[in-house]
């Protein structure tokens, strides 16, 4: 595998419904972000780790869960979402971060669903 | 707070044809630029990435140039194939609050048909 990699491509949950997405990045970056993408709406930031730790939250709703357990690996948890969290969700990682301008890999994304 | 802005923001020309896609950003203070393109439904590939020192950066039939005085950038795609129909989005790169983030624009759609 190279690049960024994200687990599952298409996810479609109810309401009351605990799931989870994955990122695995195979560049050896050290940091990770997860952006929204909703229809007809600019990418939005969601979560920014750098060297494993949080940086950023963007005020995402407390629904949203991430995990970095490691620079390679990102997982956001999925509970009680609402249908308007319906949504690409994108991966990306970069070298770094800080005051240096570090150039974004983007994965796939997962399309979520939620009835 | 900085704002991107992507004109037009559908476009559909012939194939063949030389085009322009114009992205605007209000703060000036940007550490780089990307342009990226995104096939429906699909994850983003990076296309042209120009630091701020930069005036422009070129790849293949793609140009994209960069005037942060006046907050402007385009990327110029030469001879336009079908293969070309994606949305083209452009993003600015800032440092605010101790961290790396990239701001987006809407997109352009652009469909070139044969």
């Known amino acids: ?115 | 707070k900085q704002e991107v802005t992507q004109i037009p923001a559908a476009l559909s020309v012939p194939e063949g044809e030389n085009l322009v896609l114009n992205c605007s950003f209000t703060d000036s203070a940007i550490y780089n630029l990307q342009w990226f393109r995104q096939d429906p439904g699909k994850g983003l590939t990076s296309l042209l990435l120009i630091q701020s020192s930069q005036r422009e950066q070129t790849s293949g039939r793609l140009n994209a140039s960069l005037d942060k005085s006046s907050g402007r950038s385009t990327l110029y795609i030469a001879a336009s194939q079908p293969g070309d129909s994606a949305t083209y989005l452009c993003a600015v790169s800032l440092f605010s609050g101790g961290y790396n983030k990239l701001i987006f624009g809407a997109g352009t759609r652009l469909a070139v048909h044969p």
């Not at chain 1, 595998?1 to 990122?23: A, W, Y």
């Open chain 1, 1 to 115: 595998e190279t690049g960024v990699t994200q687990t599952p491509r298409h996810l479609v949950m109810g309401m009351t419904n605990k799931k989870s997405l994955k990122c695995e990045q195979h560049l050896g970056h050290n940091a990770m972000y997860w952006y929204k993408q909703s229809a007809k709406k600019p990418l939005e930031l969601m979560f920014v780790y750098n060297f494993k730790e949080q940086t950023e939250n963007n005020s995402v709703p407390s629904r949203f869960s991430p995990e970095c357990p490691n620079s390679s690996h990102l997982f956001l948890h999925l509970h009680t979402l609402q249908p308007e969290d319906s949504a690409l969700y994108l991966c990306a990682s970069s070298q770094g971060q800080g005051a240096l301008s570090y150039e974004q890999y983007f994965g796939p994304g997962t399309r979520l669903t939620v009835t």
